[in-house]
């Protein structure tokens, strides 16, 4: 008899309703009040995203004081690649003693973005930014390189067109 | 004037409760399962094939994108794994960071299952609650790996970096946020009579199938056997955690969603006295810049949330790569027991059989 009480009542379906309610209630006085806790969602593309210091985005070739490239095309990093994404020809440059990149060529649909690279560079001449928004219309865009036809890969600029974040 | 008759009907590969691609041959008399056939291969990569070609420490990448839901955990296998092949003793503080960040891992592939299992089933806020709390923990691995998902996490011989700033402060939050919210989840779960319904005495496999099929996991400890290759064979820092190893004897669905909920929890406690017990020292052994291989081979087992992972390696002399790379996905194991569990149970059972599982297509195909 008791238990064909308890199933008549339905108790525990009733304890779910008030945890859902419950909830519910804080979110609604406090939604859209700034800094609640509670307001979990990111506002995302109307505010820019924040990303962690060590998060890996596509891979930016790095320049010094005076506005050259580091990079002395020692292929360190094209060795480490797991996916032969990077491609380097190395060229001369007067007044500079070591090598400069000829072409730096980046194929972005074969990254993996594990960072091999970054660690294999000694002199620090690459990096992996904080862009994350790498979508684009065309599948010519993927492939970054220096000058010419390909998107800049010594720029920090978005790769989309249309971006909110990564203007550092 | 009325006949009846067996009807053959494909469940997936694009159907959204059948978790990523794995196809189910069924055979139907009226909504009863007769007959069931798993077709598997649509995820196929060739990832063992691909690593023999690629250096010992460029085969991690691919570890990542074996069980995407747990990558960390396939990272540290693979990691060890090779420190083993060669001999690397690894430094005491990235012990306990790998079975940090391992742990982290476990919760954050268990609050998927759960999320996407209950909403197999029909209960849809669970799945919010689930996410809300894997976003903290995902925040953690951006924060200290650099990447949410394809983690990319360990190098042999250790960790690349550190812990970064205020990582303390962030793991204590998401342990807050789990323990919260598994509080949480039990009231909308445990006692609820539709999700009693949907999984007491459903997906049945006892302990002698388990065995006979090389099931390990949460399966296998649902099914009575407290068999955790943590507690069995040590490994990373595990020797030196208390942790309980959950069992249940019922061996149904429900067995499972208990077993993996108190694992959780279990996971929480070794995360906490990782915290506490931290050792001072560096994160990275000594080893040589270009790894050459002796003549060798191991297989080295762990255990990631699924059950036991196991990276077999066979090296020849003065190689660069490996000879022979092979995984023992729990997953492909796993998968197997899908025919006997779903025999004469009815098709809407065949959901929360996959669902209690806990199968990513991404390690059964590889």
């Known amino acids: 008899m008791k238990n064909f009480l308890k199933t008549l009542i339905p108790v525990e379906l009733a304890k779910g309703l008030l945890l859902t309610g419950k909830r519910f209630i804080q979110v609604m006085f406090s939604a859209n009040r700034g800094k609640s806790k509670l307001h979990l969602v990111d506002e995302y593309p109307e505010v820019p995203a924040k990303v962690q210091p060590r998060f890996r985005g596509r891979l930016q070739l790095l320049k010094d004081d005076q506005g050259e490239i580091i990079c002395v095309c020692c292929n360190a990093c094209v060795k480490a690649c797991p996916t032969n994404a990077i491609q380097i020809v190395p060229g001369k440059k007067e007044g500079r003693k070591t090598r400069v990149p000829a072409s730096y060529g980046f194929e972005m649909e ?7 690279c970054v660690e294999s560079c000694t002199f620090n001449a690459i990096a992996l930014n904080h862009q994350f928004e790498l979508a684009v219309y065309n599948r010519e865009d993927m492939a ?20 909110y974040s990564g203007e550092e | 004037m009325f006949k009846s008759q067996e009807m053959e009907i494909n469940m997936g590969p694009q159907h959204p409760s059948t978790h990523g ?32 070609n690629k250096a010992f420490f460029q085969g991690q990448v691919w570890t990542d994108r074996l069980d995407y839901c ?26 306990y960071l790998r079975t940090m960040l391992n742990e982290l891992n476990r919760l954050n592939s268990h609050l998927v299952w759960l999320a996407t299992h209950a909403m197999d089933i029909g209960a849809l806020t669970v799945f919010l609650y689930c996410f809300r709390d894997r976003e903290k923990i995902l925040d953690i691995f951006e924060a200290f790996c650099g990447s949410r998902l394809t983690t990319t996490a360990m190098r042999i011989g250790g960790l690349l970096e550190d ?25 909308l779960l445990s006692e609820n009579r539709i999700w009693l319904k949907r999984t007491v005495g459903v997906a049945k496999l006892n302990a002698d199938d388990c065995m006979a099929y090389g099931i390990t996991g949460p399966m ?58 931290l050792p001072e020292g560096p994160v990275m052994a000594k080893i040589p810049k270009v790894l050459k291989s002796e003549v060798g081979e191991v297989y080295h087992p762990t255990e990631a949330p699924k059950g036991e992972i196991g990276f077999y390696l066979v090296s020849e002399k003065g190689g660069a790569n490996p000879y022979r790379f092979h995984v023992r996905a729990p997953g492909f194991f796993n998968a197997q027991a899908i025919p006997l569990m779903v025999q004469d149970s009815l098709v809407a059972d065949v959901i929360a059989t996959i669902g209690t599982l806990d199968i990513v297509l991404g390690e059964i195909d590889r």
Request: charged share 25%.
């Open chain 2, 220 to 277: 296998l400890r649902a099914a009575g056997i407290a068999y955790d290759i943590r507690k069995a064979h040590p490994y990373a820092a595990y020797g030196e955690m208390q942790f309980d190893v959950p069992t249940r004897p019922e061996a149904d669905t429900y067995a499972r969603y208990l077993v993996r909920l108190e694992e959780m929890r279990q996971s929480v406690r070794i995360i906490e006295q990782c915290l506490e017990g």
């Open chain 1, 110 to 116: 074969r990254c993996v973005f594990c960072g091999f």
């Open chain 2, 21 to 52: 691609v794995l196809r189910l041959k069924l055979r139907l008399d009226g909504e009863t399962v007769k007959y069931c056939y798993p077709v598997i291969g649509y995820l196929h990569r060739g990832i063992e094939k691909i690593c023999e």
């Open chain 2, 163 to 187: 812990v970064p700033e205020g990582f303390d402060k962030m793991v204590k939050d998401a342990l807050h946020a789990v323990r919260t919210g598994l509080v949480e989840y039990e009231t």
């Open chain 2, 70 to 95: 747990s990558a960390i955990s396939n990272n540290l296998g693979w990691a060890e794994a090779v420190e083993k092949l060669f001999g690397i003793t690894v430094p005491r503080r990235a012990q």
């Open chain 1, 144 to 163: 970054l390189g220096l000058g010419g036809v390909f998107q800049s890969i010594d720029k920090p600029s978005p790769v989309a067109k249309f971006s």
